[in-house]
T-cell receptor, first 114, second 116 residues
Framework: GAGVSQSPSNKVTEKGKDVELRCDPI?????LYWYRQSLGQGLEFLIY????????KSGLPSDRFSAERTGGSVSTLTIQRTQQEDSAVYLC????????????FGEGSRLTVL | AQSVTQLDSQVPVFEEAPVELRCNYS??????LFWYVQYPNQGLQLLLK??????LVKGINGFEAEFNKSQTSFHLRKPSVHISDTAEYFC??????????????FGKGTKLSVKP
């Protein structure tokens, strides 16, 4: 597709369950980012991938969070043993290259943990 | 490491009035600076960017921003706002070089509400 695609758009889960959020970046974009958007907290950086380099995981809030990017394209963000404070909109973005700062965002996956 | 402070969480303004959304940053290295906009129920999109050169940069929809290195600021301005400018605006910074490049840090956002 033409833009960044994220799925699911909405996910409701119970506390303690694992969830997977998927991101399909724009074709040809080498950099891929995950952010978390909570009410009043702005965008919190989680992780970014650039090509085949080791990802920058410095923003992941705990070891319950992990992400992978297969074949330099699709990425999956996994949250294990979800907690209520994980409720947020998870945004994925891609960029032609990691050092431009010009990110193209998807519409996000809204996660609600009951 | 870099950080961004957006001093106003909400800015109400009347249509056709001028507006300034304030952004200050902190960084130990040189930076690139950005403003992104999120319209209601839409994804974020790039409004404008400063990479180098002229400190006054112009973006889409009549917005402009000025990079002030001495004051570590990158305030966003528009001389006359329209109802359709109602959105949340995010300032962002990226350190240049070293391990920080690629890591785009966002502020907490400013909600601009334009009233008729």
């Amino acid at each position: 597709g033409a833009g960044v695609s994220q799925s699911p758009s909405n996910k409701v889960t119970e506390k303690g369950k694992d969830v997977e959020l998927r991101c399909d970046p724009i074709s040809g974009h080498t950099a891929l980012y995950w952010y978390r958007q909570s009410l009043g907290q702005g965008l919190e950086f989680l992780i970014y991938f650039q090509g085949n380099s080791a990802p920058d995981k410095s923003g992941l809030p705990s070891d319950r969070f992990s992400a992978e990017r297969t074949g330099g394209s699709v990425s999956t963000l996994t949250i294990q043993r979800t907690q209520q404070e994980d409720s947020a909109v998870y945004l994925c973005a891609s960029s032609f290259n990691y050092d431009t700062g010009e990110l193209f965002f998807g519409e996000g996956s809204r996660l609600t943990v009951l | 490491a870099q950080s961004v402070t957006q001093l106003d969480s909400q800015v109400p303004v009347f249509e056709e009035a001028p507006v300034e959304l304030r952004c200050n940053y902190s960084s130990s290295v040189s930076v690139y600076l950005f403003w992104y906009v999120q319209y209601p129920n839409q994804g974020l999109q790039l409004l404008l960017k400063y990479l180098s050169g002229s400190t006054l940069v112009k973006g889409i929809n009549g917005f402009e921003a000025e990079f002030n290195k001495s004051q570590t600021s990158f305030h966003l301005r528009k001389p006359s706002v329209h109802i359709s400018d109602t959105a949340e605006y995010f300032c962002a910074v990226m350190g240049i070089g070293g391990g920080s490049q690629g890591n785009l840090i966002f502020g907490k956002g400013t909600k601009l509400s334009v009233k008729p």
